[in-house]
């Protein structure tokens, strides 16, 4: 499975952007998808994730309400709004089921689950 994520740039503050992910190798199995972000030394944090089993969606605190997380085919994609300085990092797409990710966004503390699929991230930069 190969994830490829696209869409990261500069952005000024109050701006957007859509990220995507494309998803290829084995696409038989119908992963759920998730969007992940890690600012300059911090952790990987989850902020959303599209379940495959009924294509329901769950955000994390950390950006809920400028965010919405959808799924075309093999592609998801990460709308962002009304992004700030803080919201400067390299974004990953993920790829697992359901099962770990529901765990995941229950936990807010650091990743403990290994996930099964990364994409390469893509840098986003919120300038003030």
């Known amino acids: 499975v190969q994830l490829v994520e696209s869409g990261g740039g500069l952005v000024q503050v109050g701006g957007s952007l859509r990220l995507s992910c494309v998803i290829s190798?084995?696409?038989?199995?119908?992963?759920?998808r998730a969007w992940f972000r890690q600012r300059p030394g911090g952790e990987r944090k989850g902020l959303a994730f599209?379940?495959?089993?009924?294509?329901s969606t769950r955000y994390s605190d950390s950006m809920k309400g400028r965010i919405t997380i959808s799924k075309d085919k093999n592609t998801v994609y990460l709308q962002m709004n009304n992004l700030n300085p803080e919201d400067t990092a390299v974004y990953y797409c993920?790829?697992?089921?359901?099962?770990?990710?529901?765990?995941?966004?229950?936990?807010?503390?650091?990743?403990?689950?290994?996930?099964?699929?990364w994409g390469q991230g893509t840098q986003v930069t919120v300038s003030s």
């Open positions: 190798g084995d696409t038989v199995h119908n992963y759920a």
């Open positions: 993920a790829a697992d089921s359901d099962l770990i990710f529901d765990l995941v966004f229950a936990d807010p503390g650091p990743l403990a689950y290994n996930i099964g699929y």
């Open positions: 599209i379940r495959s089993s009924d294509g």
